[in-house]
């Protein structure tokens, strides 16, 4: 039986606020298209490629963690990018919800291997939405330039198939690896990612390391001259 979208994949919530002006008016700019295929594809580019990957940057307030404020900032890790991906889709009329996985080897620098201490990233975000009476997965994490950087491929969406994570890089070395799927999500559980969050990575987001007065464009640039 199919996993049919609910008016919940279509609701404006604190976090994915698909009714916040500023992400309507990035869904009208951006939903082009004569099918909802079209527009999901298109939102999802405009959210890959138009807002850069900075995990140096976590904010895991409910201010920081909503949808908008990637668009003020410019950047986002992959949590918020995907609230905005599923936002901006809702704002669009089209059903959408979060969906997280623990994968290994994801994209990072050595600072933040060294300031995380393990390989292993929880809550890895994507979006799920609903095109031609199937759920598809999107994942618009990583900017092209940074997987230009890395010697990834892009990741696609096609809005027909899941568009997951990166499993080999340009030469075919293995990359990331799914651990464990967390599942999918209407809203986007914070507290239960911050609860984690500490209990991993309580390095990663105490006050004052390494990351918080680091830029992540510049270490990646260093590290792939």
């Not at 009208?28 to 295929?37: K, L, M, N, T, V």
Request: glycine share 8%; net charge neutral.
């Amino acid at each position: 039986m199919t996993d049919q979208p609910t008016p919940a994949t279509l609701r404006a919530t604190a976090l994915i606020d698909s009714d916040a002006p500023a992400v309507r008016a990035f869904a009208g700019a951006h939903a082009r298209g004569d099918s909802e295929r079209e527009r999901a594809v298109a939102l999802y580019l405009a959210v890959r490629d138009g807002f850069r990957y900075d995990p140096y940057r976590v904010d895991l307030s409910p201010e920081g963690m909503a949808a908008s404020r990637v668009l003020g900032n410019g950047h986002g890790w992959c949590v918020p990018k995907a609230a905005l991906l599923t936002a901006a889709c809702r704002a669009a009329g089209i059903p959408a919800r979060m969906g997280f996985a623990d994968v290994r080897n994801h994209l990072s620098t050595e600072r933040m291997r060294q300031t995380m201490q393990t390989d292993l990233f929880i809550w890895h975000g994507y979006t799920d939405i609903w095109l031609d009476g199937r759920w598809v997965k999107a994942t618009p994490a990583f900017n092209i330039e940074l997987c230009e950087r890395f010697g990834l491929l892009p990741l696609a969406f096609d809005g027909r198939s899941d568009s997951i994570y990166h499993p080999f890089d340009k030469a075919g070395q293995r990359h990331m690896e799914y651990v464990n799927q967390r599942g999918t999500f209407d809203d986007l559980p914070l507290a239960q990612i911050t609860a984690d969050f500490r209990r991993m990575y309580g390095n990663w987001l105490s006050a004052g390391n390494s990351l918080q007065s680091a830029n992540f464009a510049r270490d990646v640039e260093q590290e792939t001259q």
